[in-house]
């Protein structure tokens, strides 16, 4: 069994860009969360996926976007990159919605 | 509006001291809450929640609804207990969304 891996570890990107995070959720794992944490602060969830459905979502605007395969891997894609979106890009996996979350070592995403 | 606050961003006490680290939330429902720990260089994991009113590494929370605190605590510090705790509380509907605290970070000393 495998833990959720994300890709990639480390990416720089130019403002205005587009960016894809990916994420591979532990086996058997149908519900996926992503958050974003700014230097110095805790994780702010950006929106969970069940069963390649959205079924919550924070205070994030419509160009952070996400998908989950029918494998329950995701994708979060960010468009119109900021500044402010450089931070640690955290994926987590759960069994189901409201079970125990297991998270990945992140992605950090520097915007220059 | 849902928050969760911890008024600590460093802690440092001595090899086997008592610790607590506060957490209070802002919730109009009844709550879930949890509390994540980090060690260096480790991904963030699960530690305990309140559910499960069990004890892990030694540590144990309350969940106190008419203080809106949620504190962990633990008697005799180790040295190993160092590391970065996020207290975080589940909201339910439309779905799950998982609100953290901006974390404290606990310095054990020998």
């Known amino acids: 069994e495998t833990g959720v891996t994300q890709s990639p570890t480390h990416l720089i990107k130019t403002r205005g860009q587009q960016v894809t995070l990916r994420c591979s959720s532990q086996?058997?794992?149908?519900?996926v969360s992503w958050y974003q944490q700014a230097l110095g602060q805790g994780p702010q969830f950006i929106f969970q996926?069940?069963?390649?459905?959205?079924?919550g979502r924070g205070n994030f605007p419509p160009r952070f976007s996400g998908l989950q395969f029918p494998n329950y891997s995701s994708e979060l894609n960010v468009n119109a990159l900021e500044l402010d979106d450089s931070a640690l890009y955290l994926c987590?996996?759960?069994?189901?919605?409201?079970?125990?979350?297991?998270f990945g070592q992140g992605t950090r995403l520097t915007v220059v | 509006a849902q928050r969760v606050t911890q008024p600590e961003k460093l802690l440092s006490v001595f090899k086997g001291a008592p610790v607590e680290l506060k957490c209070n939330y802002s919730?109009?429902?009844?709550?879930?809450l949890f509390w994540y720990v980090q060690y260096s260089r480790q991904r963030l994991q699960l530690l305990l929640r309140?559910?499960s009113r069990e004890s892990i590494k030694g540590f144990t929370a309350d969940l106190n609804k008419g203080e809106t605190s949620f504190h962990l605590k633990k008697p005799f510090a180790q040295e190993e207990d160092s590391a970065m705790y996020y207290c975080a509380l589940r909201a339910h509907g439309g779905g799950f969304k998982t609100i953290f605290g901006a974390g404290t970070r606990l310095f054990v000393k020998a």
């Open positions: 086996s058997g794992h149908n519900t």
């Open positions: 309140h559910i």
């Open positions: 996926y069940y069963r390649e459905e959205e079924n």
């Open positions: 987590a996996s759960s069994l189901a919605e409201d079970t125990e979350a297991f």
């Open positions: 919730y109009s429902g009844s709550p879930e």
